[in-house]
């Protein structure tokens, strides 16, 4: 991938302006900054989510823009959460959303050696001790918000002393929690995170990538500006929540041999109505079986999002568009809709697919013949060309568009009624034929063989276009339809968040019928079904038996329901 693409979503000359930039623009235009470095963190303890996309678009964009680079770094420093299936999958998922870190993969873990040393190097200084108490201990003697911490019994112990006790910790000679590395900096300090926060725990753990080598391992708080120090990291961007943390970053950085001295920035973090972005949460629905797994569409995941169809350039334009604040908001998922809507409309071509198909049988068409009619591919790009749709004596069309007894407002199919099938003929209505439930179960129609393409020589209008297909030429599929995971706006927020589950949120459709074009689409790749929605193949998918997702509907449904305050359309 050229540099080029990795800007995607962020181009310079549109000037994406927000405060991060402009501190890079000022450090660079003072000579503060060289190169600008900038990384994408990620814990390796769940797969990546929308949210992450919003800090990848920040990194990735921001070196890209400013002919730095960014790096990909796994802060991971918690063996018991992480597994080698997150560390593959982040990587893949960086790449599906078009960002390349090239030859800079690090991992936090890779210094563990060198964080063991500076560690030394604190106790030497007299700048760390090592704490007997247990974690409850350690909490009680914490403090408030309001009242300062007191001291451990064993903050003063002499520099060998601790020296020894943490070479101990390090051969494997205590068990786990016995005791801990702390830094020695204010128990009275007004920030919490100064109150001699723990550097290092023991953990007779094997990590996924050093294995048994270590049975102590560095706190993130420990592990995380120190990588950045080490890569050379310019400019450390995070989210809001570790601002109270960047004093004690200072802090390590102004007492340790690092390389470098990176600036962190913190930024708000994205969340997004009717769902949920915590990585704890995402692990939850899945454990529970509330969804399918990390990549059932309905996630957030960017597996999800990928399985469901959103183009990684949706994902992008969205978070260009919401662009980066330091004011926690909740982003309407309508906004994202909007953007999946308005790429898959330029680049989506159009098919003709009945989900709930009513059988027409047109009597005045011959039996035993069909032809082809033409359909434009893509009205929203000409180069896309046309294809050819069978039609014959007897279709589908959606059982929505007929009624037999419409009201007012009603334009579509009735008794008597014309209109147009997309591409095709005038129809109108002649009978509705009943099942012994009284369900209806065929109709009866006509058509005018002068209406061919869809307009009528002698200028009469129709009210309603139909999508339609050949009952004899289509194919059969099942459809997924989706909507919101949680039915508010903001899971979880009056009670328990299970509760809040959209207990709608999956239709599956088994009866669909699609026309020939659609045979052998491939996984992922976007159409338009005319009237319904944008779609794509599941990778489910077989020539057998095609599975489509339904990616986004063609208009906001919950624009009425949120307009009326409340209910399901
Ligand atoms: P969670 O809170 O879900 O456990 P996390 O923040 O711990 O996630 P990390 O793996 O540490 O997940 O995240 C990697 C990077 O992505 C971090 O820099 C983090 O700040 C950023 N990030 C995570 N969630 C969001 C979000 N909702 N919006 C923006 N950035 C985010
Ligand atoms: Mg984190």
New binding site residues.
Partial sequence: MSEADTAVGTPAEEGARDFIREVVRADLAAGRTGTVVTR????PN?YLHI??A??MCLNFGVAAEFGGRCHLRF?DTNPIKEEHEYIEAIQSDVRWMGFDWKTHLYFASDNFQTLYDWAEHLLREGKAYVDDLSAEEIRDHRGTLTAPGKDSPYRSRPVEENLDLFARMRSGEFPDGARVLRAKIDMASGNMNLRDPVLYRILHAAHPRTGEAWCLYPTYDFAHGQSDAIEGVTHSI??LEFEDHRPLYDWLIENLPVPSAPRQYEFA???LSYTV????RLIQLVAEGHVAGWDDPRMPTLRGLRRRGVPPAAVRDFCQRIGVTKNDTLVDMAHFEHCMRELLNKTALRRMAVLRPLKVVIENYPEGESEALEAVNNPEDPSAGTRAVPFSREIYIERDDFMEDPPKKFFRLAPGREVRLRYAYFLTCREAVKDAAGEIVELRCTYDPATRGGNAPDGRKVKATLHWVSAEQSMPAEVRLYDHLFREPVPGASGELMDDLNPESLTVLTDCRLEPALAGAAPGQPVQFERLGYFCPDPETTAERPVFNRTVALRDTWARVRGKGGGKP
């Fill in positions: 994408f963190p990620p814990e769940g949210g992450h919003k800090s802060d995070c989210t973090r994205l969340n972005l915590s990585k704890r």
